[in-house]
């Protein structure tokens, strides 16, 4: 089934079962996989690539009025575009073919993009929360400083010769080059309104904050997308400190004694004492010296396995 550009337009009036978004940049993304993907689904399902960043908003706002169902084979940036786009009740199909894809994962549809299709097209509607910061939608996490910083570090590294990100090695290696050059200390440069000072602050969605290959980072144990969002923010954190946090992000352990954890909150504020990296959903947002984050109650239409899990 050959893939259709943006450029096409579906005539006016027109309906068809479902339209499946592809990021053939994506790293788990190859024509057999699509191929088996298209065949999961329902019958008569378009395929749409994408050609660069931002195309997938153009997409759903182009497509959402005349599909039953949107599906998107790629990594967490073009689901972040895509609920950046939606703006109707459509249901969401989100199935993973990137580096990491914490938002499949975290919704119950694990790794394998196949298996993943067979799950959404036999599976259920749920309405499912999102983050804003600044106005942008977010669906598992957003931060400021250390996990932004890193984010953007791995970005200045550019893109391998078929167009993909990194990989998990590729962060591992920034972390520690960003540890060494900080010295392990990382001195409160923020205020979380309300709240306290800190070192840096991680807003969670969703449980897991993120994955580390096959191991959830589990950074707020208590996050859900039934809920407000959680943030996380370590207060001066040095060397000694590190192992601890290491650990508590592992197992889900209680945070430390200095750490603020605010819970089920609609609204946050931060402010930073100098402009701070702001990543969301693993994209960088540029330096801001204030974010406003908010959670959305039930703001798209997820498609999940039948079975609750």
């Known amino acids: 089934h050959r893939g259709r550009r943006p450029g096409l ?13 592809v990021n053939p940049r ?10 088996q ?17 931002g195309d997938a908003t153009l997409l759903v706002r182009r497509y959402e009025a005349q599909a039953d169902a949107i599906y998107v084979l790629s990594g967490d940036g073009t689901y972040n575009e895509v609920v950046n786009g939606v703006t109707g009740d459509v249901p969401l199909g989100f ?9 499949p994962r975290a919704l119950g549809l694990g790794r394998d993009p196949v298996a993943a299709a067979r799950l959404v097209a036999a599976g259920r509607r749920r309405p499912l929360g999102l983050g804003r910061v600044d106005g942008r939608r977010f669906t598992f996490s957003a931060g400021i400083g250390l996990d932004a910083e890193l984010v953007r570090r791995i970005d200045r590294r550019g893109r391998r010769d078929d167009g993909r990100r990194p990989g998990d090695l590729a962060f591992a290696r920034e972390a520690v080059g960003l540890l060494v050059e900080r010295r392990c200390r990382f001195p409160d440069a923020l205020t979380v309104e309300g709240a306290g000072r800190a070192a840096f602050a991680l807003v969670a969605n969703c449980e897991p904050y993120t994955y580390v290959g096959r191991v959830g980072l589990r950074v707020a144990p208590a996050a859900s997308f039934d809920r407000g969002l959680t943030v996380v923010a370590p207060s001066d954190v040095r060397a000694r400190d590190l192992p601890g946090l290491a650990l508590a992000a ?3 352990a209680r ?5 603020l954890v605010l819970g089920d909150e609609v609204r946050i504020v931060v402010r930073c004492d100098q402009p701070m ?17 908010e959670a959305e109650t039930a703001a798209v239409t997820a498609l999940v396995p039948a079975v609750r899990r």
């Open 250 to 252: 592992v197992r889900g």
């Open 277 to 293: 990296p702001l990543q969301a959903d693993g994209e960088d947002l540029g330096d801001v010296e204030e974010a406003v984050f």
């Open 37 to 53: 993907v298209r065949a999961a689904l329902p019958a008569d399902v378009e395929v749409v690539e994408t050609a660069g960043p």
């Open 9 to 21: 337009r579906v005539a006016a009036g027109l309906t068809m079962a479902g339209v499946l978004i």
């Open 255 to 259: 945070p430390r004694p200095g750490m």
């Open 26 to 35: 994506a790293s788990g993304v190859s024509p057999p996989v699509v191929a």
């Open 95 to 103: 199935l993973p073919a990137g580096g990491t894809s914490v938002l």
